[in-house]
């Protein structure tokens, strides 16, 4: 598709090579210098006055369809940094999940090594004291109840630990899980935010833009009505004043 003034054609697939190029952008302006200097004005008449002012509108026309296009590059171009950081988000939290996924197997393991550590050793007390006892049966029977009561704090003390073990897992685990969680909330609001301020900011922008573009254009209207109003009075004033002098020249010679 192309797009089109009076005095321009620009392909939209090629608009980011033209305005790149300081050489193709002289070759547009220099088209429109020819139009314009190629027109001949001609004040004398509505029709020939009319044509001014369309020849000016169509420059002012063409000024405001280029510029209009460049902005539209510029536009594009910076969300092309808001598309990389959203994909650099995906891929942090992504391979964060993974990582996490990758690794659960071995957290499963040491879990489970640690609790099987634990027994052993509360086996490995429990039947060191009983090889205690049993080699010394005559100590094991004056102590028998200090030996159940020691077998029952061993054991009490092994579960103990097996339960404050696997507590402190499980509290770790959640804690890594909730800071992981407030992490992504925090960086995804922060997002949002920044998103909004910038979606806030290009709006308030284009709308400054195009109340000056708009300005601008009224401006131009105006000024150019007003100097082929002028020019209009100039060329009465001097057809007045040529009636005038060719009538006082019949009027000398009569």
Do not use: C
């Not at 090579?17 to 190629?38: G, N, P, Y």
């Not at 939290?93 to 099987?116: H, M, N, V």
């Not at 029977?141 to 897992?169: G, N, S, T, Y």
């Amino acid at each position: 598709m192309s797009e089109v003034t009076d005095l321009v054609v620009i392909e939209k697939a090629n608009a980011m090579t033209v305005f790149q190029s300081a050489d193709q952008i002289e070759e547009i302006l220099q088209k429109v210098e020819r139009e314009v200097m190629s027109f001949v004005p001609d004040i004398t008449t509505a029709k020939g006055r009319k044509e001014i002012a369309s020849l000016a509108y169509k420059v002012a026309q063409t000024k405001t369809y280029l510029d209009g296009l460049g902005k539209d590059l510029v536009a594009e171009l910076k969300e092309i940094p808001k598309l990389i950081d959203a994909n650099r988000k995906t891929v942090r939290d992504r391979l964060d999940e993974l990582k996490s996924k990758a690794r659960q197997p071995l957290t499963d393991y040491e879990e489970e090594q640690a609790r099987i550590k634990a027994e052993e050793e509360a086996k490995a007390a429990a039947e060191a004291l009983a090889k205690q006892i049993e080699s010394d049966h005559e100590i094991a029977i004056l102590m028998d109840r200090e030996f159940d009561r020691q077998r029952e704090e061993a054991r009490l003390k092994a579960e103990q630990e097996k339960r404050e073990h696997e507590e402190r897992l499980k509290r770790e685990a959640e804690e890594k899980a909730r800071a992981e969680a407030e992490a992504k909330a925090k960086a995804e609001i922060e997002a949002a935010a920044r998103r909004e301020a910038e979606a806030k900011a290009a709006a308030e922008r284009a709308e400054r833009e195009r109340i000056e573009a708009e300005q601008r254009a009224q401006r131009e209207a105006k000024e150019a009505a007003e100097r082929a109003e002028r020019e209009k009075q100039a060329a009465i004033e001097a057809e007045r004043r040529k009636a005038q002098e060719e009538a006082e020249r019949i009027r000398r010679e009569a």
